[in-house]
């Protein structure tokens, strides 16, 4: 274990399982080509994308996002203030969120337009790799802490430069199930670096029978095109994302506890956030 790779109790076995309604093999055949298909569309066009405007890079990314995540059959559903799910670029923002699915990315993605933080395997996954890698993405090696201190300082960097970044500080994936892992700080020393605020986000998926839907789930040593088919087999499932408002810089004394301020917001129940449309 280190300070980027904590150890999830959470395996595909025990916790990566759909409770409700399940699509026939066509339809969800049909959902997961789509799905590629648009992915592998934004592969091919983010290069032109990176010549437009931040203002319109940002609509045309969150318009994208936004249909990634219902080709593959899921809805989302956002709450929160409405100028939250509406921002456009915010300078030097740090988004964090809770891990749940590699359906977290777009998901985030579609309200919220950001360099990722992601784990450096994910850099060699199939479609969703390239997409990563030309959309900035900042890649970490979690199973070195010597690599640590070097990726704090990228961090800081791009916030400092002016650029909203997300990033997961449970450092794993977590079912939803119950409660997850607790944040790493070491993200949050480089909003502090940086001088920026944080945003809180939780992200969580349900159907109609639960409210903790076990089909998004990616977790342990989960094969990606299994969790794929897992996906858009589940019928009615819904992706949450609620944004939260944000802790201002230097609102905490040091990053341990600016990540406890940000896990309780996530943490916390706040089932009567109002909920929002989103405009693409």
Known sequence: MSAWLPVAPCTPRDCARHEGAIRSPLPAAALL??????????????PAVLLLGPSHRDRLIRRWAYAVVRSFGVRIRVTGGPA?????????????????????????????????????EIRNWPLLGPVA????TLFIERDR????????????????????????????????????????????????????AVRPVRISYRTVATDAAGAAAFVGDDPLAASLWRVVTAS???AEIRILPPVPAGAESDRRALARAA???????????????VHH
């Open 236 to 238: 009615g499932l819904t």
């Open 33 to 46: 080509f789509t799905g590629c298909a648009l992915t592998l569309l934004g592969v091919l066009c983010v």
């Open 84 to 120: 939250a799910g509406r921002a456009g670029p915010v300078a030097g923002e740090l988004v964090v969120a809770n891990h749940v699915s590699w359906l977290d990315i777009p998901l985030v993605a579609s309200v919220l337009p950001a360099r990722m933080v992601a784990k450096s």
């Open 145 to 196: 802490l010597k690599a640590l201190p070097h990726a704090v300082r990228a961090l800081a960097g791009a916030l400092a430069a002016g650029s909203r970044v997300a990033v997961f500080p449970q450092g794993s994936t977590w079912c939803g199930r119950s409660a997850g892992g607790r944040f790493r700080p070491a993200a949050f020393q480089a909003a502090i670096d940086a001088g920026c």
């Open 263 to 277: 896990q309780s917001a996530v943490d916390s129940d706040n089932a009567n956030l109002p909920a929002v449309s």
């Open 133 to 136: 890698a030309l959309g900035g």
